[in-house]
């Protein structure tokens, strides 16, 4: 038990610091170096760790999860009672040397310590049997609502409802159903490094139970379109293939993973020929909805009619990114028309990633081009602030190229060009695992030649136009044709 104690206090050093660890419980650095070398703790010291860090006794003791009291999920009053409980025996245990612990007159509270823990998992485990059924419905509405419906926002607000009870879910597999959609809950707030660690844990705990699974699919699925927010689309491509290697080479849910990743990367041909050969082998109906938006915008930027029924959201939202993008007033109306009413936060962090942001952007940048400028400063000045965007680690190229669109369109064009110098300056020395989207790549250049006569931004504008088409997207061969002409007025 010492051995497990000494390993245990390891694991919170590493987590919280060993200075600040002792700072906060009140124990001499020294002391803690002694512990952590493999002295036995005495019950002082354990009862400093529950008051001073809000370490789940329960953890400390017997290693049952989670670590924090704060994490620990509350299912119903008996629970409650039984950790009281269980704190109570552990307040005896701290009074005596861990020492002597197995000495005769102290058995009566070893026992009751054990007792209190068998009755604490045994609650557990009734708790669980009552809440995985609830569990397992509310995630099927989640899921339902972020990837079928594309409504983020009241997805995010039912999931905050079912993480307290994350803890109590006996499935192995809607367990990490669950830990994708918390890891997804953390991106909408903003919190992009803490979700790709949490989804990436998520998706080998899936890959290890069977990777041809729905379930693993739907993590990767998340983990693909957190990578994609973050601008990081060349490691979302070296995941997926890691999985068709696990899974094989057959698996045609995996390669239709893998061909929305490519029309993201650059790849045009091979991605949408990849997508549209296996997106109807996707096993779960809500998966293969949502991937209905990335074959419909690939078929949209790759030149193509996307064969979508005139009432389908995803197909809304894919033809407003290519409305955007061309910056085609007709095209935008008619899908802003069409498209689902999704609620964005005013919140600068949380702007609800994805298809609620780009409707939104989309809705006031066609304001500003039919006139009406002070909806669309208003959008700048709250989503699209320079210094702000400067600051983010994540998502900052496409949100600078948007930046620099609005502000042409404001007729502000000093702040345009300053908003495409500095997005060159990234794209030139981008960051560890930043890779810019076709979309970014696209809004960029049509920016450059509109704001650039002449010199070396020009060319690379136009080489970078020529590239894309070339990899298959001559959906943009229209804007390059009609913007190649230096415009009036240039610099």
């Known amino acids: 038990m010492a051995d497990a104690l000494n390993a245990r206090l390891a694991e919170l050093c590493a987590r919280f610091g060993k200075a600040n660890l002792a700072r906060r419980c009140n124990i001499p650095p020294s002391s803690v ?4 070398a493999g002295a036995k703790l005495p019950g002082s010291v354990l009862e400093a760790l529950v008051a001073g860090l809000n370490v789940n006794p329960a953890w400390l003791l017997a290693g049952e999860p989670p670590v924090m009291s704060h994490e620990v999920a509350s299912g119903g009053s008996a629970l409650a009672n039984q950790l009281l409980e269980l704190v109570e025996s552990m307040k005896q245990v701290t009074r005596l040397s861990m020492g002597a612990v197995l000495s005769s007159e102290r058995m009566r509270t070893l026992l009751e310590l054990q007792n209190a823990l068998r009755r604490y998992r045994e609650q557990l ?8 059924p609830a569990l397992r419905s509310l995630v099927a509405s989640i899921e339902d609502l972020a990837l079928k419906r594309g409504d983020w926002y009241q997805a995010e607000a039912l999931a905050s409802r079912v993480e307290s009870l994350a803890e109590l879910c006996g499935d192995e597999r809607l367990r990490v ?43 990767l699925h998340s983990q693909m379109h957190l990578l994609s927010g973050a601008e990081r689309s060349s490691e979302a491509e070296r995941t997926v293939r890691a999985c068709l290697e696990l899974a094989g080479p057959d698996s045609a ?13 650059g790849q045009g041909s091979e991605g949408l020929s990849l997508l549209a050969r296996n ?30 029924g005139p009432d389908d959201p995803h197909g809304a939202t894919a033809d407003i990114a ?11 109306e008619a899908a802003l028309d069409r498209a689902p009413a999704r609620k964005m936060s005013s919140s600068f962090n949380v702007i609800g990633q994805g298809a609620p942001f780009v409707a939104e952007y989309a809705r006031c940048l066609l304001a500003g081009r039919r ?32 930046r620099a669109q609005a502000c042409r369109v404001l007729g502000d064009t000093a702040a345009a060009r300053a908003a495409t110098l500095k997005l060159a300056e990234w794209l030139a020395a981008p960051a560890d695992g930043e890779s810019a989207s076709v979309r970014t790549r696209v809004i960029h250049a049509s920016n450059t030649l509109r704001l650039f006569n002449d010199g070396p931004f020009r060319d690379t504008a136009l080489a970078e136009l020529d590239e894309l088409t070339g990899a298959g997207y001559w959906g943009f061969k229209p804007l390059a044709r009609a913007i190649a002409t230096p415009a009036p007025g240039a610099a």
């Not at 991937?291 to 193509?304: K, N, P, S, T």
């Not at 290519?322 to 935008?332: C, F, K, P, R, V």
């Not at 400028?373 to 190229?397: I, N, S, Y």
């Open 125 to 132: 485990s009734t708790a669980g049997e009552i809440i995985t």
């Open 253 to 265: 849910p995996l390669k239709a993973l893998l061909g929305a990743v490519l029309l993201e990367r």
């Open 177 to 219: 159903r669950i830990d994708s959609m918390i890891a997804m809950r953390l991106a909408f707030h903003d919190q992009y490094e803490t979700a790709l660690a949490a989804n990436r844990r998520a998706l080998w705990r899936a890959m290890s139970l069977d990777p041809r699974e729905g379930d693993t699919l739907q993590v």
């Open 279 to 308: 997106l109807d082998e996707m096993p779960d109906p809500a998966m293969r909805a949502a991937m209905v938006f990335d074959l419909a915008r690939g078929q949209r930027f790759c030149g193509l009619t996307p064969d979508y």
């Open 371 to 402: 006139g009406d400028l002070p909806t669309l400063r208003r959008f700048v000045d709250q989503h699209l602030d320079a210094e702000r965007l400067e600051a983010r680690r994540h998502g900052r190229l496409w949100r600078m190229a948007s």
């Open 322 to 332: 290519y409305g955007t993008i061309m910056e085609s007033d007709a095209l935008l």
């Open 33 to 36: 170096s002694r512990y952590l």
